[in-house]
């Protein structure tokens, strides 16, 4: 380790190729924080740290990285702006004064399994139980790799290299009673709270985007236009739901059902300076773990170190990730005083896939999944491989093909450069059938869609969602099924199918990039004429009754669900707005809720298709949603509604 002397020292020598490379929130940086971003990549490297569904609009622009995305955020966890500087946070929490029954704890780390800084926690619980977290971040190498320079820094602490200062508080929201998580981020020169967030050299990207996406938090989309803005939406599933200032309402504006991270001292960088070792910071770590787990919901109400926390509904997160932090301890009543023994800690639920638990969960995907899920489908959390195992697929097509997995850049560089860590991800990937599974993303990827049933005879294709592609080349197969088809157009990205009559017709698309080829990829098409619906012609009515139909959507989906078992967004007719009348308006609002659970970046994931099709659904498979059905068959009839739908741009 360097000495305080010697990283001045190396800071001067290094500091030419550091103001090349450096970018930041603040502390000269060349890039506006604040700037509205119009425009992101949903494969690549600015998609890091978006959502998978990031919400995207049909100019093209994704909603949850918008500057409208931050400001409805902020006016809902802060509308008299008492936190819109540092300062006024700090004094909001009583940052040094008396604490409550866990204290307050300062510690400094390399966050080397995160985002790379260099890190200053100050962490407290206040005499109420509500919990506190004030983070100076500190850069000193160039974004996306870790350096020891960065720990440095941070002990110093050198202004120079202060990123940014990272809050969070877990307090009841405003008008209600139960705690919460809320994030903020603040300029590290003038102390001004952030509408967006650069933390990664990517670009700057909305608040809470940039920090719930890995803090297990939801992405839904705004509202329509309140007054001339839109507003913050409100999740059905979430315990703030209950309280009486939001009857019938969904939970208190700005609670997206993010979850407070546990410290793991195995994922930290320690200095060898006298009070700033490991050995030295467990104590403190150990503390605010416990500041942590007093924040998690427990399904039954218990004592011990348990009795801090509060009771879940039904259907809320289930704090899966409590019994993970408890085990770093040796269990329940945290009977060790470290985590030293537990850093290659194997969960009963993964016995016999130690390598790949260790060397990829543990290392590229645990810190954030561990927070996801909830009290009916908690399978995302991956705390056993029979969860891991449900998601193959789409591990498959974020890893190996979009690239946006692992979600901080940090960890998928790292993934990436280091063997033992993709590899047990390539052999279990290769075990499913996957090609190409020690390949990183970048190579082309044909997507022409997903399989449909069309009535024209003539329709138009798009190869739109494939990857890291710039040249198309589109054919009927020889081995179709039906044969009298053809293409128009069949080097671009937007070809015309003409069938001579009804039938199945199998459609190739092989992409480029350059001289590299993609796989080629079949679209099954099936044309019926006498199909009883016109597909261009269909409308969110159209869909609306199908949600709403016996035996679909609206069993589970609705205001007399109860708390047992609510999903996050309802179905039925309400009154959404809260004006005391279901119109119009409200219907408006269904619409916007349920256009967020499309993908338009990958329709064939989008929740809307994926849910009721048995995809780690609690309310399994629906009638006439059976993928397994061929295009047009009726046992997928509800399906191929929904996909035409989407196919159309998901018209109100």
Sequence with gaps: ????????????????????ACGGTGGGNDVDP?????????????????????????????????????????????????????????????????????????????????????????????PDGTLAFVVENYMVGAYGAYSALNLEAALMPEAKWHLGTNAIEFSPGPGGTISFVKFYTYDPITGARLMMGNLDGRGAKAMPTVCASCHGGRGDPLTPAVAGKPLFPRLMNVKSAVDAV????????????????PMEPASFDFSSLPGFTRLMQEAKIKTINKMVLCSLPIPVAAGGEDACRRTAIGNEYQGTVAEHLKDLYGGVGLPQANT???????PAGWAGQSALYLNTQAQACRVCHLLRGNGNQSDIDFASFAKFDGYSARIKAHVLDRGNMPLAKLIYDNYWASSSTYSPMGTYLAGKG???????????????????????????LSAAMSLYSDSYQWSISPS??????????????????????????????????GSTQSAEVKLVIVVDTGLAYTPSALRFSDIKTILQGAGTCTGCHTTSAGTAGVPPIWYNDFDRDADNDTDATDNHWFYTELRGRINFTDIVASPLLRKPSGNHHNGGLLTGFDTSAAPGHVNRVHYDTFLNWILNGAPE
């Design 246 to 261: 939001a009857p019938n309402q969904g939970g208190v504006r700005g609670d997206i059902a993010a979850q407070l991270h």
């Design 1 to 20: 380790m360097f000495t305080h002397a010697g990283i001045s020292r190396a800071l001067c020598l290094m500091l030419p190729w550091m103001l090349a």
């Design 480 to 513: 179709s099924p039906t044969v009298g088809a053809s293409l128009s157009n069949a080097n671009t990205a937007t070809p015309t199918f003409t069938a001579l009559g009804n039938g199945t017709y199998w459609v190739m698309l092989r992409t480029s990039k």
């Design 34 to 126: 604040n700037a509205p971003r119009t425009t992101s990549p949903t494969s690549g490297p600015d998609s890091f740290l978006l959502f998978p569904n990031p919400q995207k609009q049909d100019d093209g622009t994704l909603q949850v990285a918008s500057l409208a995305y931050a400001t409805a955020y902020y006016e809902a966890i802060d509308p008299s702006n008492e936190r819109d500087t540092l300062a006024k946070f700090k004094a909001k929490n009583l940052f040094g004064t008396a604490a409550g029954t866990l204290g307050e704890e300062t510690v400094i780390v390399g966050d080397q399994r995160d985002l790379g800084y260099g890190r200053k926690m100050t962490a407290r619980q206040n």
């Design 340 to 346: 030293a023994a537990t850093d290659t800690y194997v």
């Design 434 to 460: 996957y090609a190409n599974t020690t390949t990183q993303a970048g190579a082309p990827v044909a997507d022409p869609g997903p399989d449909r049933v069309v009535k024209a005879l003539s329709t138009t």
